[in-house]
């Protein structure tokens, strides 16, 4: 088992009414199987399974069939960025 | 220079800092400001923007060295603020030179087209007493589609 950090960010951070998240899960594991495990655990974590949801995996943009290799750190997980 | 900032920025001086004696030719810079985004009067109207620290850096530098890999560039400068902004505000800055200027007006573009699609940033309205997030638009991914 491999402790990862998760951060939200935006509006999801709102929806969850969390911004950091620490948990332990067997890695090598897909971005979407993350998002189903975060939706069992946490509170309003439903959240995570809607449309539009976005991904990093330490700092790189990733998407649901991207696996999370055994030397993640961190994952975030935002809706569509929007700056400049 | 990328940096991320709550403070204002003085856009002759990293006018001045992209400067090569002798060398530049060209440069090429945008600034984006706030928007009145209200019917509401100015001063009732704010945005928030947030970042993913760490993050936000990295896809900057990844976007600053995808375009010096595409263009002969002399220099690079991005700017982008944080924190709550009030309407007029700057946000954004983006300075390139070179040493001609077709090379510094494309890099410029394709910088603010990534940085606004691929880059860890998020916009929230404040009108009065409400807050909204601000969704992405389908033409900001579309206009990716030019640079591939």
Redesign the interface.
Known sequence: MSQINVVFFASLREKLAMAEYQLEVELPLSVVDLKKTLASEIEAGHHLLDKGVHSSVDFEFTRDNDMIPTSAREVAFFPAVTGG | MIQVQEQDFHVQELYQNLLEANVTGAVAMFV?LVRHFSDLPVEACHFE????P??TE??LKSIVNEAKERWPLLDVTVI?RVGRLSINDQ??FVGVSAAHRAEAFAACDFI?DY??????????ETQGEKGQ????VDKDELSLKRWS
């Not at chain 2, 923007?49 to 993913?52: D, F, V």
């Not at chain 2, 940085?115 to 929230?124: D, T």
């Not at chain 2, 997030?133 to 992405?136: D, F, H, I, K, P």
């Open positions: 984006g923007l947030e970042h993913y760490g993050m990295h896809n982008h946000i954004v603010m940085l606004k699609s691929r880059a860890a940033f998020w916009k929230k997030w601000v969704s992405a």
